[in-house]
């Protein structure tokens, strides 16, 4: 039966793969609109697909560079081996195809979310949700696909013994730093490419030459479009691909230890170590039959599809969760530790899991959604200015990391009560096996945005922008969950690969015991390094963007000097200040009009891509180099306290940054809704609205870039450490 | 020998408090100035004084409390002693006299500054930093003399074997703890009052009605001023004070574990347990040397005569030191853990102390400092307005955080190779070992910027405030450096601590060894627990300076509209915009005049002390509660977690929000001064000065209020620990 099972591992992949095909092309076959919108659309499309290809060039240097390190190292050991590398090069390839595919799907879908929304709201949602499930199946698809398939391979040829499936745990623990490889690059570079553009193209376009957001006469509007798909799309793509293949590898790395148990003899010793696989499985079913849930009527809400996929999902889940274990696991053993376990108790760390999933998104809601406390408190600060604006937002980010890390300890100390440190692994992959649709919602939501984009820019009317903003505030929200949901993921995979790294490590150095003591000075010291590093990372991705921003900037203003038509129409609107365009004089109007499109894109998107890439070289060999400095020459002791310190303040951190940039986010929108405070209206143009873009401004690299890159460092750092684990 | 030596230490304590007795009578028989300076010293004493009383009358009650509690915890086991809460009374008392010494003559000192600047700019300087000196020196005085006489007592009672000190380490522990309550109320009340008072007082004062800083027509300008002393002199004061007597406490736990080593005979085994009491004692000699080497003539440099002082008072400790080490430790002895230990490795520790001490200092001055580069690149962004103001900043004070933790990690490194934990803890005591003439260095800043205040307020002519202000310039840098050195001495102090708490635990378990594993997941949960403390009680203490400045605010515009001589005043200003007072008609200028001390000052300074008293009771319960709960119910290795997590996000948190706020604050002083940027000279009322303003509001409560607090929260919850070990 078992050996069966190891090949059924990636049919599952393959299901999702054909669904993704299905999906992608009816998106393809829909109606993209009108000339001038399938033009817009293709300069997204065009810009963000230049961008990846510049990117994944660097990335098949530095994939190939690791590689070949990897080679040598694994030939340092026995308990190494070269083949690492090779699973290594298949996750990259795996998480970069699945951020291809869901790119070009993505900007393929946002303009025919336009034209459906023309039609009507459900339209416009089942074509962005259709666009967002490409990437979000795309992922598990390819996930359990590349996974899957070389465990098959693998234990094929090492044998499912102790001995075969620790090589085999060993070779596969690549896959995993394949897929943070990519996650870095699109996650961090993703996250500079996307501020860098938004402030350049807002600071020239809107502050300084004055005209309106994604208005096609700024040189920077296009770039700023492909930043959303580039940075939300590919690398929340590519950030929970990591989190998934890396909590599967770990339970299976922590799973392995029960293989000689003769409790475990009906599955031939590979229960633990194949139900996270299968837990996988179960969830890619999950979330294609979520999927047909998500429909909406003209004037029904979109927040409630997308919930009723979410939660039919996770209902089947909840049941085949239980089915598994009990078929999967004994009776009742007695894992390392001397917990007992029982498959109900491994049942309860998955449920664990996802609660924690859910209850930090819940809370991230609470702390930045439009309308809650925290927010409103913001908007009053406001009208005292920026200085409180910003104090008060700093002090709401700070306050939400509280809610947050309780219910992630608490899940982690009911998983380990319950089953021991198998349980937090499993926790996690519990936490993560969602991914198909949650994913798919949180792709959904820069699609919405686009379609608004190009709604705006190809002069539709103002219906249709009016659906494609319901469609798009829905997005906001889901993304702040989907955030919060990012990052717990993160901390738990994070633990879960630390867990691994022990016994990897302790298997490979037969018989030698790893204590990471607290009260070894050593370690306490490396702790304090660790934790510093993410203070470092993000001022660096901050610096980052700020210098990225500034070639932009440059850039736009040249456009605006260079280029005549693009001047002209900046000289006739300024000889009609605040004055509606059906009130100009005839020839102003012309040649505001013929501006239209006047300006070279694709300019713009090369130089935001080149700054990118460039500035997060400095950032991306910190995360690479700093485990590996300290494993080598510090011993794996103080490696161990280097990782516990990066992962506490860097899941705060994150929570922190995040949570203060979707706080400062909505509290203008608040203020722009017209929130009332002391009896007084806000409004756009008000003190307080100006106080708040300063918040909103300070925010945008916090929640955009340097918040979500830290998730990458953490995971990174973890999974480095686990496939040097074996050398050190 | 030996115990005669005992009883030498507490002479050491009243040598110091005779110096003080002397410098403080000598500050009393200065020449105050003319009446109208009079009037205001004493309103700013009163102010202070009247802050002292009301926040020592709820320390009363909170002293009381815990040592009825002691008490009772004392009584549970036989490890633990009621005694302790003797311990505790005298530490608290030893800490409030210390602060009620200091501050009263700091009060003094600030009107005699001025006129003595008056004179020339040498007398201001020897007025200040007597002042000074007298906070420095009662510290380390009430410090030696209350924790000397106390080891001298029991350990006179329960006798010097290993059982007996033992025992007296138990006790004394208490006075640690003492300390530390009086800190959590000076450092963290005060420094609300202090921003809260400073923030009413210009956003009313100059903002909303337009007169100018320290102007006696503002209600709140004294209230101000007696913030100055509240949160710069006696806040600092009872922080140092806690590290200074928190460090030697641990060292001396830690040194009781050689008493029964035969190489120790010598010294009856207590030369490892007396050597940091005899180094404290050292430095209290060195301190007096280093006050005389304290002098400027007109024209000289400041900065350079207190560097002076500093640097004599290094030397005598140094030389000191080796002998010292030579004299009461063994040729050689092998500490637990293997360590080989010498008295030459001994000292290199105590070394590595005093290095980093500085080497914080001066890296805190680069990040900070005037004219530096990072404070220069926040000046540049400055110019695009406050949302890359604050960015810049931001960025500033997390990249700050590097060196600061890689001089720490090192030095903590060095002194457990040389030394074993005795090592870091000796490391401690070195870096303080000098408290008295540092803690002098930093009560002279606030003293000159009162001088500044006061010659405003009296009219004195323009050449005074300029001899006053570079007393304050020189403040400013001394301030920056002493808060790098602030933060980390408390992380040393925590984690001389957190050894002194395994020690203490596994001595009154007998036999039981305390592993805190980062392998084990509830030490995981407990660190994250802790690391996501300092996050909350920032923004709790943020959000207390909120409420308390809004209380002030409404005050202040109460008496701007209820006191007619006031609103007269301002009338009367608001029919002269921009006019020199000379050019005003005589009844407009009468009626302004006539407004000059008819604020009721007292009035705000209450408001400001109720409030911030009120606001500082949920993150001083959350402090001493957390370590509580978790070690009573989660046990000793949760508690370690918990105590590792607070102290690594407490340091990089403490130094991320001093320096950011450090760099805001210098970087409009730069603006203020006329710093270029790209050909344009900047200077106040600038667009870039009102970016600047923004950061440097955001700065304040980062700088003097949650920062600073940081540094009590992770020792307090240290030395909590410390106590309730033998109850746990």
Redo the contacts between chains.
């Keep these: 039966m078992n050996d069966l099972l190891i090949y059924c591992i990636p049919a599952f992949g393959v299901i999702a793969l054909i669904f993704t095909f299905m999906k992608s092309s009816w998106v393809s076959k829909q109606d993209p609109g009108t000339p001038k919108m399938v033009g817009i659309a293709e300069s997204i499309q065009e810009g963000a697909m230049s961008f990846l290809r510049a990117e994944y060039k660097v990335l098949a240097i530095f994939v190939a560079c690791i590689a070949v390190l990897l080679v040598f190292g694994g030939l340092k050991s026995e308990d190494s081996s070269p083949l690492a590398a090779v699973s290594f090069v298949v996750g990259a390839f795996c998480s970069a195809l699945a951020g291809y595919i869901g790119m070009k799907v993505a900007t393929k879908a946002n303009v025919r979310t336009t034209n459906a929304a023309r039609e009507s709201l459900g339209k416009g949602l089942g074509v962005a949700f259709a666009g967002g499930s490409v990437m979000g199946m795309g992922v598990v698809g390819l996930g359990v696909l590349g996974l899957g398939g070389l465990f098959a391979i693998f234990s094929n040829t090492f044998g499912h013994d102790e001995r075969g499936i620790a090589q085999v745990m060993n070779i596969i623990a690549g896959f995993s730093f394949g897929a943070s490889s990519i996650a870095l690059f699109a996650r961090v570079g993703g996250g500079i490419y996307t501020k860098a553009a938004d402030v350049g193209a807002d600071?020239v376009g809107k502050v300084e030459a004055g005209i309106p957001e994604d208005d096609p006469r700024n040189p920077g509007v296009i770039a700023d479009n492909v930043g959303d798909n580039v940075g939300d799309v590919a690398g929340m793509g590519a950030d929970l691909f990591e989190s998934y293949v890396g909590s599967i590898i770990a339970t299976m790395v922590l799973g392995a230890a029960f293989i000689n148990m003769p409790e475990f003899a009906n599955t031939n010793g590979m229960g633990a170590v194949m139900l996270p696989l299968l837990l996988a499985g179960l969830g890619i079913i999950a979330s294609i039959i979520g999927t047909f849930f998500v429909r909406v009527k003209d004037g029904g809400s979109p927040h409630r599809a997308l919930n009723t996929g979410e939660l039919v999902a996770a209902a089947i889940l909840l049941i085949g969760t239980f089915v598994l274990c009990k078929v999967m696991l004994p009776d009742s053993w007695t894992s390392i530790g001397g917990v007992a376990i029982t498959p109900l108790k491994v049942f309860g760390a998955v449920i664990a899991g996802l609660v924690a999933g859910l209850g930090i998104g819940f809370i991230t809601e609470h702390y930045t959604g439009t309308g809650t406390g925290p927010v409103k408190s913001i908007v009053r600060?406001s009208v005292?200015?920026?200085?409180?604006n910003?104090?008060?937002g700093?002090?709401?980010g700070?306050?939400s990391?509280?809610f947050p890390?309780?219910v992630?300890?608490?899940a982690?100390?009911c998983?380990?009560e319950w089953a021991g440190?198998y349980g937090?692994a499993i926790a996690a992959v519990g936490m993560l096996s969602n991914t198909g649709i949650q994913l798919a919602v949180d792709a959904y939501g820069p699609i919405s945005d686009n379609a608004g984009g190009i709604a705006e820019m190809s002069e539709l009317p103002a219906e249709v922008r009016q659906r494609t903003d319901k469609l798009d505030a829905v997005g906001n929200t889901t993304a702040a969950i989907g955030k919060g949901f990012a990052i717990g993921s993160a901390a738990l995979t994070a633990?879960a690969l630390?867990?691994a790294f022990?016994t990897t490590y302790e298997g490979a150095h037969a018989g030698e015991v790893?204590?990471?003591?607290?009260?070894d000075?050593?370690?306490?010291?490396?702790?304090?390094?660790g934790?510093?590093l993410p203070?470092?990372f993000?001022?660096?991705s901050?610096?980052a963007v700020?210098r990225a921003a500034m070639a932009m900037i440059e850039e736009v203003r040249r456009q605006f000097r260079d280029i005549p038509a693009l001047k002209a129409g900046l000289h006739a609107m300024n000889r009609n200040p605040g004055k509606p365009l059906a009130e100009w004089d005839e020839e102003d109007r012309a040649t505001y009009e013929d501006a239209h499109g006047k300006a070279e894109y694709g300019e713009c998107v090369e130089i935001s891509t080149k700054a990118s890439i460039k500035e997060m070289v400095r950032p991306g060999l910190l995360a690479v180099a700093a485990p590996v400095a300290v494993g080598f020459i510090g011993g794996p002791a103080m490696l161990?306290?280097l990782l516990?310190?990066v992962t506490?303040?860097g899941?705060?951190m994150a929570l922190?940054q995040s949570n203060a940039g979707g706080a400062w986010d909505n509290a203008k929108k608040m203020i722009e809704e017209g929130f009332e405070v002391n009896g007084e209206t806000l409004g756009k143009g008000s003190e307080a609205h100006k106080a708040a873009?300063?918040g909103d401004?300070?925010g945008d690299?916090f929640k955009d870039t340097s918040g979500p890159s830290l998730n990458i460092l953490l995971k990174l750092m973890s999974v480095v450490a686990l496939v040097i684990a074996p050398m050190i």
Excluded: C, D, N
């Excluded at 790893?514 to 009260?519: F, K, P, Q, R, S």
């Excluded at 000075?521 to 390094?529: D, E, R, T, Y």
């Design positions: 600071l600060q005292t200015g920026s200085a409180t910003i104090i008060a700093l002090g709401v700070m306050i990391t509280a890390i309780i992630l300890s608490g982690i100390l998983a380990y440190l937090i633990l630390f867990a022990k790893l204590t990471i003591e607290l009260t000075p050593k370690v306490v010291a490396a702790l304090l390094v934790g510093m203070f470092l993000s001022a660096l901050m610096q700020g161990g306290g516990a310190g506490v303040t899941v705060l922190f873009v300063v401004t300070v690299p």
